[in-house]
């Protein structure tokens, strides 16, 4: 039987995480000959659990200590102290929180066969990627508290070449998971030394497998039919050679 020797570039060896988002990266932004492996974006329950505990912090407190130490009614504080601070609470409070929630709201992440990248920006994108060999370090972080109720977390990867020195994938869902497929994906490429490698590899072993599974021989101790690939004959049960 024929062995097919040529890659097929829709057989992947490596699984992606189940947070993979299909067609979230703006295509634009990949070259022609580049191949998306991993997409996916910020998850926002991050950005609200963050803000959630922000207020809870800092303003609950207040509004507690009020009523304990107060003879005024709850309603009446709480307008005072809304009234008090409304300024502060839109030019330090909600303009930043609106500008950090529209920041993350367009932001993309991708791994391709060649780089790892990070797209964001409001009214102008920016691009960041670095290619597999600049990184010489990730790191999973997972603050428990934010892990504990949204599953999320962050990447940093460190690129020393660089020179901000590293690039961050924050709020991102099953970090561990990410993690570990983008090692695969950077041990895969020393091994091989391209993606296109590995499928042509993982291909070729497949259909080498499959050209053998079927095919027969005789054993050389008893003469039966037995599959080419077998060790030991399941009549006589002698190794063969």
């Known amino acids: 039987m024929a062995v097919n020797l ?16 299909p067609n979230s990266f703006p295509r634009i932004y990949i070259g022609y000959t580049e191949s998306i492996l991993y997409e996916t974006k910020p998850k926002m329950r991050g950005f609200f659990f963050i803000i959630i505990m922000i207020f809870s912090i800092f303003f ?7 009523i304990l130490f107060s003879s005024l009614s709850a309603d009446y504080l709480i307008l005072l102290f809304l009234l008090s601070v409304f300024p502060i609470i839109i030019f330090f409070v909600l303009i930043p929180i609106l500008r950090v929630y529209f920041k993350y709201k367009n932001t993309y ?5 060649s780089r790892v990248l990070i797209l964001q920006g409001i009214f102008s994108k920016s691009l960041i990627s670095v290619t597999y060999d600049m990184i010489t370090t990730v790191e999973v972080r997972k603050p428990w508290i934010l892990y504990k109720f949204t599953k999320l977390g962050s990447l940093t990867f460190f690129v020393p070449s660089m020179g ?32 296109a490698n590995i499928y042509f590899q993982a291909n070729v072993l497949g259909n080498v497998i499959a050209a053998n599974v079927g095919q027969t021989k005789r054993c050389v101790h008893c003469g039966k039919q037995i599959k080419s690939m077998a060790k030991y004959c399941p009549y006589c049960g002698r190794k063969q050679p």
């Not at 609950?60 to 009020?66: C, D, E, H, L, Q």
Request: aromatic share 12%; proline share 13%; hydrophobic share 35%.
């Open 60 to 66: 609950i407190p207040i509004v507690i200590s009020g």
């Open 6 to 21: 040529q890659p097929n570039p829709n057989v992947s060896p490596i699984t992606p995480p189940p947070s993979n988002m």
């Open 164 to 195: 901000y020195g590293r690039l961050v994938w924050n709020f991102v869902e099953d970090p561990d998971k990410v993690y570990k497929y983008i090692l695969d994906i950077k041990n895969q490429i020393t091994l091989y030394g391209s993606i």
């Open 109 to 113: 992440y991708a791994i391709t066969d």
